[in-house]
């Protein structure tokens, strides 16, 4: 069973900066990509940004310049570092992980969601 726990978000005002993190437990070989998405009221889950076990990096346009997505492979966690902050932004942070359970078997998994809140 793998588990990823996400910490952080909450309510910060726009222009503001917030982080939230994701640390994976459990028993598996590896994980490879790590990411974040979020889905805010009434839309579809999107895909915030994504980064490779080596450390490429990916982002939706809407956040780039102003996210940074990070991981620390020792700690098993992935990081999203949220500066200029938009209302828009204000959606369910969902951390996501590819996880090789064997040397055949890959398997996606999902956090709970963090809420993120950006509002005057």
């Known amino acids: 069973q793998v588990q990823l726990v996400e910490s952080g978000g909450g309510l910060v005002q726009p222009g503001g900066s917030l982080s939230v993190s994701c640390a994976a437990s459990g028993i598996f070989l590896r994980i490879n990509a790590m990411g974040w998405y979020r889905q805010a009221p009434g839309k579809e889950r999107e895909l915030v940004a994504t980064?490779?076990?080596?450390?490429?990096?990916n982002y939706a346009d809407s956040v780039k310049g102003r996210f940074t997505i990070s991981r620390d492979n020792a700690k098993k966690t992935v990081y999203l570092q949220m500066n200029s902050l938009k209302p828009e932004d204000t959606a369910v942070y969902y951390c996501?992980?590819?996880?090789?359970?064997?040397?055949?078997?890959?398997?996606?998994?999902w956090g709970q969601g963090t809420q993120v809140t950006v509002s005057s």
């Open positions: 980064i490779t076990s080596g450390g490429s990096t």
């Open positions: 996501n992980a590819e996880v090789s359970l064997s040397t055949v078997f890959v398997k996606g998994y």
